[in-house]
C-alpha cells in the first residue's frame, strides 16, 4: 500500500493542475464561438491572434519583459549571490534578510511602492518602469538558487586551479562557470517565469506606451468567453517551452 | 613569486567586489526601501484630488482602517487566505513528502511539471477555471452529461470560487519550500525515533512536524500575504467583489485615488508579514539553524 | 556565455529605446466594446496613423489613470461621460479643442451641443449617448412582473441578479428607488440609498462593465442592469434578452471626446474625432455597437431597424422620468466612494 499510495496522490494533484491548461491548449484548436462545445477542429483563434496587431504587440512585449527581466536580475543576483558566498563584509546578515524580505513582501505593497516611486522620480510608465519593477521581485528567487548551488561547491577549487598558474579571468571560465552554470540556468528561468506570470505588479506600473499581455486581455477575460486568449495561453506555452530547450541545449554544450 | 601574485589578484577581487556590494544595495535602497518609506509617509499624510496626496500629517486613515466596515473587509481577507493556505497545506504537505520520496531523476521532472504553468500567465489560468466553473462551463456539462446532476450548479462568482482560484494559483510556493524541508529530512532520524519505541503518529507529531516546521511558515509566508493581494482572482471569479484586501488597495490607488488610506491598507498587510517574519524567526532559532537565506 | 550575456544585456538596452518612432500613433483611450475595429481599421488606411486602442470599465478608472499619466502624455483622446468632462475641464486636465480643424461639428444633435457641463463645447465633442435600465432573459424571467429598478429586490431573483460595475450608476438606481435624484450631493440620502442597496446584495451574483450583457448570455444572471448597445449587441446572440425602461426613470448619459491636457499628438487627435463625425461612419458606429449618435446626419443613414429599435432610441414615452447624469463635487464623490466599497464587500 505504502508503495501505491504516494504515487496515486501525486498524480491526483497533477492532474488537478493540469485540467485547466489542457482545456486552455483543446479549445484554443476548437471552432465555434461558445468556447464551452467542442465545434470541431479550427485554427481560426490563431488566425484572429496573428491578426490582433495589438494583441501580438502586447505578446512580444510581455515576453521581451521575461527575457530582459531574467537576464538583467540572473546578473546582478548571481553576483551578489557570489559575493554573500565568497567573502566576508560588514552588512552580510542586513542584505541576506533585506533580499529575503523582498521574497515574502506581498506583491501588491511592492506594486503600489514602487508606482509611488516612479511618480514621484518621474521614470515614466513604461518598460524601463516595468523593467525595473520586475527585477526587484526575481532578485531574491536568483539569489537563492545560485547560493544553493554554490554552498555545495569545493572552495579549494578555484585556489587550486589559482595555484596551478590560472588566471582569474580562466579560473572564473574554466572552474566557476561550469559549476554554477545550472545554477544561473535554473534562476534565469525562475526570473522568466515569475515575470511573464505576474499581474499583480504590472497592472500599476505599466503604461499604455509599453502594453503587455496581463493589461491587454485584463477585460476581455473579465468579459468571458475569448478564445483568443487560449490561443494566446497555448503560445505563451510553447514559447516558454523552447526558451527551456534552448537553455538545455547551452547547458549540455557548456558541459562539453 | 606565487604568494606575490595571489596578492595581487586579492588586490583586483577588492573593486569587484566593492562594485557587487554597492550594485546590489543601491539596487535593494533605490527600488526596496525608499518606495517603502514613501508608502509609509503617504500613510500619514491626507488625500488631497489633484496631487494625490499632500499634508497635513494624520492618522485619520489609519482611523477609517478601524472602521468596522473595512475592518471587516481585511478580517474577511484574512479568512480568505486562511481557508486558502489551510487547504494549500493539506494539500501541499503530503504531496511534499510523497515528492520526496521518488527517485532523485524523476523529482527534477516532477518540480519542473509544477513550474510549467506559470508560464501561461497567472490570468489565463485563472480565466481557465472560469471556463471549467461557469454555469454552462465544462464541468457542469460533463456531469449534466453523465446524468449527476439535471441542473447546473452556480459555481462562478462566489466564495468557494475563488479559493479555488487562490487555491490553484498559490499551491506550487507552499509545495515548494515544504519540498526542501522534506528532502533534507533524514530517514535515519525517523528510523530511529521507531527503534525508541515511537508509533507512526507519535513520530510524526514529535520529529516530523517539528523538523519541516521552518518550511511550513515558509509555506504559510509565500501563500497567505500573497493571497491577500491577488486582486484580480475576486474581479473574475468573484464577480468583481471587494473579497480581499488588494481588491481595496487597488481601488483606492486606481479608481478613488485615495492614495494616504491605500497607503495604510497596505502598511497593514506589511505588519502582518512582519508577524510572520518574527514567527518564522523564532522557529529557525528554536532548531539552531541558518535557513536559506 | 559571458558574450551572451553581453549580447543580451546590449539588445536590452537598445530596444528599451527604439519604439518605430517614425511612425504616427494615436493613443486612444476608451471604453471596452465601445468602438467596432472596423472604423479603427479605416481610419488607419485613410490616414496611415496607427491607432493604440487601450480600454476601461469606469470613468472612474479612466480619470485616475489620466491623472496620474498627466505629465507623461501618454493619451491622445478619452471617452468621458459628461459629468467627468465637466470635473476633468475644471480641473485643467483636458486640452482645449481646436473647432478649425474639426469638420462636420455642425451635422451634431443641438440639443446635445453647448450644456452647460462643457459651454461652446470648447473641451470636448459628443460622440454616442445612451441609457442605462433593465435587463432580462425573457426565458426565465416574467416580462410582465418587471417594471421598475424596484423589482430587482424581489426575492424570487436572489442570485441571479447583475449590476454594471460603476459607481455612479448602481447607486442611481438605489436612489431612484427611494424617490431621490440620482445625482443628489446629500449625504443622508446617499447612506438610505446603501442601506437599501446592500439589502439587494443577497441577490446580486456580479458586477460587470466591461461587457454587461456576457453574464446574461453565459447564464450567470437572468436580470440586472445594462447599458442599451449592450442589449442591443446581445440580443443578436440571445432573442430572449429583453430592455426593459424602469418605470422610476431611465438613468441617461452621453460620452463625449475629450483630448488630454498633455496629448503628444492633438493634430491626430482632432482628425481622428472629424473622422468619426463622417456620418457614414457615425451610423456604421450606431449600427454596430448599438448606441445612439448624436449625429443627426448619420440618423437619416440608419437603416430602419435600427433607427426604430425603441433600445437604441428611446421614444418620448421611454424618456419619461428619465435622468441624466451630472456632476456631483468631490466632496460627494468622496461619500460615494465609502459606501461603494462598503457595498462591494457585502455578501
Redesign the interface.
Known amino acids: 500500500m505504502t508503495r501505491w499510495l504516494p504515487q496515486a496522490y501525486l498524480s491526483l494533484v497533477y492532474l488537478a493542475l493540469y485540467i485547466p491548461i489542457a482545456v486552455l491548449v483543446v479549445f484554443s484548436f476548437n471552432d465555434g464561438r461558445t468556447g464551452y462545445r467542442w465545434g470541431g477542429f479550427s485554427l481560426r483563434w490563431y488566425e484572429a491572434l496573428f491578426n490582433n496587431s495589438a494583441m501580438m504587440q502586447a505578446l512580444w512585449n510581455s515576453l521581451w519583459l521575461a527575457v530582459s527581466a531574467a537576464t538583467l536580475s540572473t546578473l546582478i543576483g548571481s553576483l551578489t549571490a557570489l559575493a554573500l558566498h565568497r567573502y566576508r563584509f560588514r552588512g552580510k546578515r542586513a542584505l541576506r534578510g533585506m533580499l529575503f524580505v523582498v521574497m515574502m513582501s506581498p506583491e501588491i505593497v511592492l506594486a503600489i511602492s514602487l508606482l509611488a516611486l516612479f511618480l514621484l522620480v518621474g521614470i515614466e510608465l513604461g518598460y524601463v518602469s516595468l523593467l525595473l519593477a520586475h527585477v526587484t521581485f526575481c532578485l531574491p528567487f536568483v539569489v537563492i538558487t545560485v547560493m544553493a548551488r554554490l554552498s555545495g561547491f569545493d572552495d579549494r577549487l578555484p585556489e587550486a586551479a589559482r595555484d596551478l598558474g590560472a588566471t582569474d579571468f580562466i579560473m572564473t571560465r574554466t572552474v566557476l562557470l561550469p559549476v554554477i552554470m545550472p545554477a544561473l540556468l535554473a534562476g534565469w528561468l525562475l526570473g522568466f517565469t515569475l515575470s511573464l506570470d505576474d499581474v499583480v505588479v504590472s497592472t500599476f506600473v505599466s503604461g499604455p506606451g509599453y502594453e503587455i499581455l496581463p493589461l491587454r486581455i485584463y477585460s476581455m477575460v473579465r468579459v468571458g468567453l475569448k478564445p483568443e486568449v487560449n490561443a494566446l495561453g497555448t503560445l505563451l506555452l510553447v514559447f516558454s517551452l523552447l526558451m527551456l530547450l534552448m537553455s538545455q541545449w547551452i547547458l549540455a554544450r557548456s558541459k562539453r | 613569486m606565487?604568494k606575490h601574485r595571489?596578492r595581487m589578484?586579492r588586490g583586483?577581487?577588492q573593486p569587484f567586489?566593492t562594485g557587487?556590494?554597492v550594485?546590489?544595495?543601491g539596487?535593494?535602497l533605490?527600488?526596496?526601501?525608499?518606495?517603502?518609506l514613501?508608502?509609509i509617509a503617504?500613510s500619514f499624510l491626507t488625500r488631497d484630488?489633484?496631487t494625490?496626496i499632500s499634508l497635513p500629517v494624520t492618522l485619520e486613515n489609519y482611523r477609517s482602517l478601524m472602521d468596522p466596515?473595512?475592518l471587516?473587509?481585511f478580517l474577511?481577507s484574512l479568512y480568505m487566505a486562511s481557508v486558502t493556505t489551510l487547504v494549500c497545506l493539506l494539500?501541499g504537505y503530503?504531496?511534499a513528502?510523497?515528492?520526496s520520496?521518488?527517485g532523485k531523476e524523476r523529482q527534477l521532472l516532477?518540480i519542473f511539471?509544477?513550474?510549467?504553468?506559470?508560464?501561461?500567465?497567472?490570468?489565463?489560468?485563472?480565466?481557465?477555471?472560469?471556463?471549467?466553473m461557469?454555469?454552462?462551463?465544462?464541468i457542469n456539462?460533463g456531469l449534466m452529461a453523465l446524468g449527476v446532476i439535471d441542473e447546473?450548479m452556480?459555481m462562478?462568482?462566489t466564495?468557494g470560487a475563488v479559493i479555488v482560484g487562490l487555491v490553484?494559483l498559490l499551491?506550487p510556493f507552499m509545495i515548494l519550500p515544504l519540498y526542501s524541508v522534506f528532502d533534507d529530512l533524514r530517514q535515519e532520524l525517523l528510523l530511529a525515533s521507531h527503534d525508541l519505541g515511537a508509533g507512526r503518529f507519535s513520530t510524526f507529531i514529535h520529529v516530523v512536524v517539528p523538523l519541516t516546521l521552518p518550511g511550513i511558515l515558509a509555506g504559510v509566508?509565500?501563500v497567505l500575504?500573497?493571497a491577500?493581494?491577488?486582486?484580480?482572482v475576486p474581479?473574475?471569479l468573484g464577480?468583481?467583489?471587494?473579497?480581499l484586501?488588494?481588491?481595496?488597495?487597488?481601488?483606492q490607488?486606481?479608481?478613488?485615488?485615495?492614495?494616504p488610506f491605500?497607503?495604510a491598507a497596505?502598511i497593514l498587510?506589511?505588519l502582518a508579514?512582519a508577524l510572520?517574519?518574527f514567527t518564522h524567526r523564532l522557529s529557525q532559532r528554536r532548531l539552531g539553524e541558518g535557513g536559506?537565506? | 556565455m559571458k558574450k551572451l550575456v553581453l549580447v543580451g544585456m546590449t539588445a536590452v538596452v537598445l530596444t528599451g529605446c527604439s519604439d518605430q518612432e517614425d511612425e504616427q500613433v494615436l493613443n486612444l483611450y476608451n471604453w471596452s466594446e465601445y468602438m467596432p475595429q472596423e472604423v479603427l481599421d479605416r481610419f488607419e488606411e485613410e490616414t496611415g496613423i496607427e491607432v493604440v486602442y487601450t480600454t476601461y470599465d469606469s470613468n472612474e478608472a479612466m480619470y485616475a489613470r489620466l491623472k496620474l499619466l498627466d505629465d507623461s502624455s501618454q493619451y491622445d483622446l478619452a471617452v468621458p461621460s459628461t459629468y467627468y468632462v465637466n470635473k476633468m475641464r475644471k480641473e485643467d486636465l483636458l486640452m482645449e479643442i481646436d473647432h478649425s480643424q474639426i469638420e462636420g461639428f455642425d451635422r451634431l444633435d443641438p440639443e446635445l451641443v453647448n450644456q452647460s457641463f462643457d459651454e461652446n463645447n470648447a473641451y470636448s465633442v459628443p460622440y454616442l449617448w445612451g441609457t442605462t435600465g433593465l435587463a432580462i432573459d425573457t426565458d426565465t424571467v416574467d416580462p410582465s412582473a418587471v417594471n421598475g429598478w424596484a423589482d430587482l429586490w424581489d426575492e424570487q431573483y436572489e442570485g441571479q441578479v447583475m449590476l454594471t460595475n460603476d459607481m455612479r450608476e448602481v447607486f442611481h438606481v438605489g436612489l431612484s428607488v427611494l424617490g431621490y435624484s440620482g445625482n443628489t450631493r446629500d449625504p443622508q440620502e446617499i447612506e438610505e440609498a446603501y442601506e437599501k442597496l446592500s439589502e439587494l446584495m443577497p441577490s446580486v451574483r456580479t458586477f460587470n462593465s466591461d461587457a454587461p450583457r456576457m453574464p446574461y448570455l453565459e447564464g450567470e444572471t437572468d436580470i440586472g442592469m445594462i447599458w442599451n448597445g449592450e442589449a442591443v449587441m446581445g440580443k443578436e446572440d440571445m432573442p430572449s434578452l429583453e430592455y426593459i425602461y424602469p418605470e422610476e426613470g431611465v438613468i441617461v448619459w452621453l460620452d463625449s471626446f475629450v483630448i488630454p491636457k498633455n496629448a503628444a499628438n492633438p493634430e491626430a487627435a482632432h482628425q481622428f474625432i472629424s473622422f468619426v463625425l463622417q456620418p457614414e461612419i457615425s451610423a456604421l458606429i450606431s449600427e454596430n455597437i448599438g448606441y445612439a449618435t448624436p449625429n443627426l446626419a448619420a440618423r437619416d443613414m440608419l437603416p430602419e431597424e435600427v433607427a426604430d429599435n425603441r433600445a437604441s432610441y428611446p421614444t418620448s414615452e421611454d424618456m419619461e422620468n428619465a435622468e441624466f447624469q451630472e456632476d456631483v463635487g468631490d466632496e460627494a464623490m468622496q461619500v460615494y466612494n465609502r459606501y461603494w466599497e462598503q457595498l462591494k464587500t457585502g455578501r
Open positions: 606565487m595571489r589578484f583586483l577581487r567586489r557587487v556590494l550594485l546590489v544595495w539596487w535593494l533605490a527600488l526596496v526601501l525608499v518606495p517603502n514613501l508608502v503617504a484630488p489633484g494625490f466596515l473595512y471587516e473587509v474577511h494539500i503530503p504531496f513528502w510523497a515528492l520520496r521518488v516532477l511539471l509544477l513550474i510549467v504553468p506559470f508560464w501561461t500567465n497567472s490570468l489565463v489560468r485563472t480565466y481557465a477555471l472560469k471556463l471549467l461557469a454555469t454552462n462551463g465544462l456539462n447546473p452556480r462562478l462568482y466564495e490553484y499551491l509566508m509565500l500575504l500573497p491577500m493581494g491577488l486582486f484580480f474581479d473574475i464577480g468583481s467583489r471587494n473579497l484586501v488588494g481588491n481595496v488597495i487597488k481601488n490607488f486606481l479608481d478613488a485615488r485615495d492614495w491605500g497607503a497596505a498587510l506589511t508579514m510572520l517574519l536559506d537565506l
